[in-house]
C-alpha cells in the first residue's frame, strides 16, 4: 500500500470545490434557500465518504471498486510519497482544464470550446456503451490515449509508452472515476435536500441507498458495452471498380438524407455542420433551461455566473469535411458514435434494425459510415 507522507512538499490546503451551481439551478425559485450553504453542506456530507481533496477514500461499507492506491497517486499536489512514488498525477496533467475537484472550471477552461468537461455530472461521451450507462475503463483509457481530435483535449499516448510513466494512464482512469462517483452523490446530496426534503444532516440511510445506486451503475458498465464492430469485407476491400465505390457513396448519401436518421438537420445536406438545429449539451441545459433560464439571453445566465457558470455555446454538429472526428475517425468509432449517439450533446443514437425494431440493418449503417468517411475533403 502507498504511503501518505509527502516528501519534499508542503501540506496543501486546497479544498473540494462544492457544486454551488447546481444548488443555484435548483433553488432559482425559492429566495428563502441559500445554494452556498446547501452545497456546502453536501460537499461536507460528501467529505464524510469520500475524504478531501488531499487525502480520498473509499466510502465505508462498500466493496472497493476504483483502485485507491491509484486514486491516492493521482491526488494532492505534485510530489513523492514516502517510498518515492510520484503523487500529484492529476493535478500535475489534468487540472489546468478540469479543475482540482473535476469540475471543468480550470483556469484555462473558459477560452477553450467546447468547455472541459465536468466529470461530477457522471456523463460521458465517448463510449461503449449506451445512452444512460456508464462507460467501460477501455472507454476512459481510450480518450486519455488518443485524446479527442479537433477540441483542446491532447493525447496522452507518450505516458503510454514511457516507462518511466506507464501506469500514469491506468491510474488516472481510476481517478476519473472516483471524481465521477463523488461528484454524483454530491449532486445526489443536493437533491435530497432540496426535492425530497431530507435534511442533511439525518440522512445516512438514504445516503447508504445513492451510494450503493451510484457506484452500481459503474460496476455495470463493461456487460453494457456494444460489441466491437467490425466493418464488413466490402468496406475494408478496395472496390474492383468506380460503379462500386459510387453505388455504396449514394446508398449511404441515401440513408443521410433520410427521415430516419435526420442527420441533415444538425450536419446539413453536405454535411458541413450547418444544418437548421442547433442545440446546447446536457452540461449547459443542466443550469439554464431545467433552470427556466434562456441560455440565449445574456440578462438570464449571467446571474448565475457567480455560482460558476461559463457562458453558454451551442454544441456544434461536427463539419465532416475537416476530416476531425472527436470520438476517432477509424470505421469502427464511428459506427459506435452513430449507433449509441454521443451522450450529453444534441447527437442522438440512430435506430439500429434488431429483434424485429424499425432502424438501419447493418449493412445500411457502414453504407452511411462509408459515406461519411467519403465527405473528409470535400467541399
Given at each position: 500500500?502507498?504511503?501518505?507522507?509527502?516528501?519534499?512538499?508542503?501540506?496543501?490546503?486546497?479544498?473540494?470545490?462544492?457544486?454551488?451551481?447546481?444548488?443555484?439551478?435548483?433553488?432559482?425559485?425559492?429566495?428563502?434557500?441559500?445554494?452556498?450553504?446547501?452545497?456546502?453542506?453536501?460537499?461536507?456530507?460528501?467529505?464524510?465518504?469520500?475524504?478531501?481533496?488531499?487525502?480520498?477514500?473509499?466510502?465505508?461499507?462498500?466493496?472497493?471498486?476504483?483502485?485507491?492506491?491509484?486514486?491516492?497517486?493521482?491526488?494532492?499536489?505534485?510530489?513523492?510519497?514516502?517510498?518515492?512514488?510520484?503523487?500529484?498525477?492529476?493535478?500535475?496533467?489534468?487540472?489546468?482544464?478540469?479543475?482540482?475537484?473535476?469540475?471543468?472550471?480550470?483556469?484555462?477552461?473558459?477560452?477553450?470550446?467546447?468547455?472541459?468537461?465536468?466529470?461530477?455530472?457522471?456523463?460521458?461521451?465517448?463510449?461503449?456503451?449506451?445512452?444512460?450507462?456508464?462507460?467501460?475503463?477501455?472507454?476512459?483509457?481510450?480518450?486519455?490515449?488518443?485524446?479527442?481530435?479537433?477540441?483542446?483535449?491532447?493525447?496522452?499516448?507518450?505516458?503510454?509508452?514511457?516507462?518511466?510513466?506507464?501506469?500514469?494512464?491506468?491510474?488516472?482512469?481510476?481517478?476519473?472515476?472516483?471524481?465521477?462517483?463523488?461528484?454524483?452523490?454530491?449532486?445526489?446530496?443536493?437533491?435530497?435536500?432540496?426535492?425530497?426534503?431530507?435534511?442533511?444532516?439525518?440522512s445516512e440511510p438514504r445516503m447508504q441507498e445513492i451510494l450503493?445506486?451510484?457506484?452500481?451503475?459503474?460496476?455495470?458498465?463493461?456487460?453494457?458495452?456494444?460489441?466491437?464492430?467490425?466493418?464488413?469485407?466490402?468496406?475494408?476491400?478496395?472496390?474492383?471498380?468506380?460503379?462500386?465505390?459510387?453505388?455504396?457513396?449514394?446508398?449511404?448519401?441515401?440513408?443521410?438524407?433520410?427521415?430516419?436518421?435526420?442527420?441533415?438537420?444538425?450536419?446539413?445536406?453536405?454535411?458541413?455542420?450547418?444544418?437548421?438545429?442547433?442545440?446546447?449539451?446536457?452540461?449547459?441545459?443542466?443550469?439554464?433551461?431545467?433552470?427556466?433560464?434562456?441560455?440565449?439571453?445574456?440578462?438570464?445566465?449571467?446571474?448565475?455566473?457567480?455560482?460558476?457558470?461559463?457562458?453558454?455555446?451551442?454544441?456544434?454538429?461536427?463539419?465532416?469535411?475537416?476530416?476531425?472526428?472527436?470520438?476517432?475517425?477509424?470505421?469502427?468509432?464511428?459506427?459506435?458514435?452513430?449507433?449509441?449517439?454521443?451522450?450529453?450533446?444534441?447527437?442522438?443514437?440512430?435506430?439500429?434494425?434488431?429483434?424485429?425494431?424499425?432502424?438501419?440493418?447493418?449493412?445500411?449503417?457502414?453504407?452511411?459510415?462509408?459515406?461519411?468517411?467519403?465527405?473528409?475533403?470535400?467541399?
Amino acid at each position: 500500500m502507498l504511503g501518505v507522507l509527502l516528501v519534499g512538499c508542503g501540506p496543501s490546503e486546497l479544498e473540494y470545490r462544492p457544486n454551488v451551481l447546481h444548488a443555484a439551478s435548483l433553488t432559482r425559485e425559492s429566495a428563502d434557500r441559500d445554494p452556498a450553504e446547501i452545497a456546502e453542506q453536501a460537499a461536507a456530507l460528501t467529505e464524510n465518504w469520500f475524504g478531501s481533496l488531499d487525502q480520498p477514500r473509499w466510502p465505508s461499507g462498500l466493496a472497493e471498486e476504483v483502485r485507491m492506491e491509484s486514486v491516492l497517486r493521482c491526488a494532492g499536489p505534485v510530489g513523492r510519497l514516502a517510498d518515492k512514488v510520484e503523487r500529484g498525477v492529476f493535478r500535475k496533467h489534468c487540472v489546468t482544464c478540469h479543475g482540482l475537484s473535476g469540475d471543468g472550471l480550470g483556469p484555462v477552461s473558459m477560452l477553450l470550446e467546447p468547455y472541459p468537461r465536468d466529470f461530477r455530472r457522471g456523463t460521458f461521451k465517448f463510449k461503449s456503451s449506451p445512452v444512460g450507462k456508464k462507460p467501460s475503463r477501455e472507454d476512459l483509457h481510450r480518450t486519455l490515449v488518443e485524446g479527442i481530435p479537433g477540441t483542446a483535449m491532447p493525447s496522452f499516448r507518450a505516458l503510454e509508452e514511457s516507462e518511466e510513466f506507464a501506469q500514469d494512464i491506468e491510474d488516472l482512469v481510476e481517478y476519473v472515476q472516483f471524481l465521477a462517483m463523488r461528484g454524483e452523490v454530491e449532486r445526489r446530496a443536493i437533491r435530497l435536500n432540496l426535492q425530497e426534503g431530507i435534511p442533511l444532516k439525518t440522512s445516512e440511510p438514504r445516503m447508504q441507498e445513492i451510494l450503493s445506486e451510484v457506484v452500481g451503475k459503474w460496476n455495470s458498465a463493461p456487460s453494457d458495452a456494444l460489441s466491437e464492430p467490425e466493418p464488413p469485407a466490402w468496406f475494408t476491400t478496395a472496390p474492383s471498380d468506380e460503379y462500386r465505390h459510387l453505388e455504396w457513396i449514394q446508398k449511404g448519401k441515401s440513408h443521410f438524407e433520410s427521415e430516419l436518421t435526420a442527420c441533415v438537420k444538425c450536419h446539413g445536406k453536405t454535411g458541413s455542420g450547418d444544418g437548421a438545429s442547433q442545440d446546447y449539451d446536457e452540461w449547459t441545459k443542466d443550469w439554464t433551461i431545467l433552470a427556466g433560464i434562456d441560455p440565449k439571453h445574456p440578462t438570464e445566465w449571467k446571474e448565475m455566473k457567480p455560482y460558476g457558470a461559463l457562458r453558454p455555446v451551442l454544441s456544434k454538429p461536427r463539419n465532416f469535411h475537416w476530416g476531425s472526428f472527436h470520438g476517432g475517425k477509424s470505421p469502427k468509432e464511428i459506427f459506435k458514435r452513430i449507433v449509441l449517439g454521443i451522450e450529453g450533446t444534441p447527437m442522438p443514437p440512430v435506430a439500429r434494425a434488431e429483434n424485429s425494431n424499425p432502424g438501419l440493418t447493418d449493412q445500411e449503417l457502414w453504407e452511411l459510415v462509408y459515406y461519411v468517411m467519403h465527405l473528409e475533403d470535400r467541399t
